[in-house]
């Protein structure tokens, strides 16, 4: 088994390098969307919310808010931490499970919070996806992340600059996508020959 864990800040592109890395092989695992899909599905989850913010956290269907749930996190560090250590052994059950099913094959995970949660130790390389502080910012308010919530949230990761220095590899997505999926060439050969 060969893990890549992928790494960057929000906006930058780990989901699109990730994409690019399961059209050349790989085996793909977003963590976001095991959240979005599953976690936030379960009654465990679903009730500790209930517990911790009420129907606060509850749209009218009775789904978890993510929005909701998201202004309460990236306003309070307490309520992010607790959030996390609700979710993440959950993330990481659903990662062992994904790789008990391909246990000689080359796995691609996405991992926002790669360095600050200490996971680098179970990975074979780490690979940070960056662009500029300024595109960050303008992809966010695309996605229709207003500009100073972007901010919030990006202040509550490690600092890019950080991730870059931490990482084994470094993808530059600031160009046209062909130069992107030309440095994931390169990875998947570097990684290759590793």
Same mark, same amino acid.
């Not at 179970?122 to 940070?128: A, E, I, L, S």
């Not at 997505?173 to 999926?181: K, R, V």
């Given at each position: 088994?060969?893990?890549?864990g ?10 699109t ?27 465990? =989850?679903?009730? #500790? +919310? ?5 129907? &606060?956290?509850?749209?009218?269907? *009775?789904?978890?808010?993510?929005? /909701? ?57 780490? =690979?940070?996806? #960056? +662009? ?5 910012? &303008?992809?966010?308010?695309?996605? *229709?992340?207003?500009?100073?919530? /972007? ?41 290759a020959?590793?």
């Amino acid at each position: 088994m060969f893990r890549v864990g992928i790494t960057g800040g929000m906006g930058c592109g780990k989901s699109t390098v990730a994409r690019l890395l399961e059209s050349r092989g790989f085996r793909r695992v977003d963590s976001d969307a095991i959240v979005r899909d599953r976690v936030l599905h379960e009654p465990g =989850v679903k009730d #500790a +919310l209930r517990r911790r913010w009420g129907q &606060a956290a509850f749209n009218l269907a *009775g789904d978890v808010d993510r929005g /909701a749930v998201a202004g309460r996190v990236f306003n309070d560090d307490e309520d992010r931490r607790w959030m996390e250590d609700l979710v993440h052994p959950r993330v990481f059950a659903a990662w062992e499970e994904a790789f008990a099913g391909g246990p000689s094959d080359r796995w691609a995970v996405e991992v926002p919070l790669l360095f600050e949660r200490g996971l680098e130790k179970g990975f074979d390389f780490t =690979v940070c996806v #960056a +662009l500029s502080p300024e595109q960050q910012l &303008a992809r966010l308010e695309e996605r *229709g992340i207003p500009r100073a919530l /972007a901010g919030r949230r990006i202040s509550k990761q490690l600092p890019l600059a950080q991730k870059i220095d931490r990482s084994d590899f470094v993808l530059w997505n600031d160009g046209a996508p062909a130069f992107l999926e030309a440095q994931v060439d390169r990875l998947v050969r570097s990684l290759a020959a590793a």
